[in-house]
T-cell receptor, first 120, second 111 residues
């Protein structure tokens, strides 16, 4: 199993440019999560999908951020336009979740290696 | 805001010693999980304990959960230099698929 795959691993861009981060979850997992990690704010949940449908995007900082999951094996997180304060490590994680009727709605998550984004 | 708050923020011990990290949370949970993050890497799941469990073991790891105090502890016995990492607790709540992560404890194990 290749695990969660993220690309690129490192991204350096100038302020105002569009940035697209990519994630391939573990095959068979039905939930996908995007996180952002900084020294100041720690690990923040940005958005998560269940069966390709966005469930909670309340963590998305502002309209400059958007995320899509066109199919079960691919998701993107886009920042347009990017700003220096967006500099962080962005993680994608996937999980196999039961139904909402399941008494254990939260399962272990499998994280990708992250994308280190630097906006100058 | 982070639901889980780890204590201490940083811990330095000698190889062979035990390391104990604590996590406190604020709201009702369904389960609590611990993750490890090595420098420059993603988080790795270590152990999950459900709200109706009080203690769980996995190898050199021992996790306790006290729902009345809204707290959990992670004990790593006979620590090794390879245990050097940041450790995060994460809470799951009924009806919410996403986990809420704490701020982490940075563990340094001196060889």
């Amino acid at each position: 199993d290749a695990g969660v795959i993220q690309s690129p691993r490192h991204e350096v861009t100038e302020m105002g440019q569009e940035v697209t981060l990519r994630c391939k979850p573990i095959s068979g997992h039905n939930s996908l999560f995007w996180y952002r990690q900084t020294m100041m704010r720690g690990l923040e949940l940005l958005i998560y999908f269940n069966n390709n449908v966005p469930i909670d995007d309340s963590g998305m900082p502002e309209d400059r951020f958007s995320a899509k999951m066109p199919n079960a094996s691919f998701s993107t997180l886009k920042i347009q336009p990017s700003e220096p304060r967006d500099s962080a490590v962005y993680f994608c994680a996937s999980s196999l979740q039961g139904s909402f009727l399941d008494s254990r709605p939260s399962y272990e998550q499998y994280f990708g290696p992250g994308t280190r984004l630097t906006v100058t | 805001s982070q639901q889980g708050e780890e204590d201490p923020q940083a811990l330095s011990i000698q190889e062979g010693e035990n390391a104990t990290m604590n996590c406190s949370y604020k709201t009702s949970i369904n389960n609590l999980q611990w993750y490890r993050q090595n420098s420059g890497r993603g988080l790795v799941h270590l152990i999950l304990i459900r709200s109706n469990e009080r203690e769980k073991h996995s190898g050199r790891l021992r996790v306790t959960l006290d729902t009345s105090k809204k707290s959990s502890s992670l004990l790593i016995t006979a620590s090794r230099a390879a245990d050097t990492a940041s450790y995060f607790c994460a809470t799951g709540a009924t009806g919410r698929r996403a986990l809420t992560f704490g701020s982490g404890t940075r563990l340094q194990v001196q060889p």
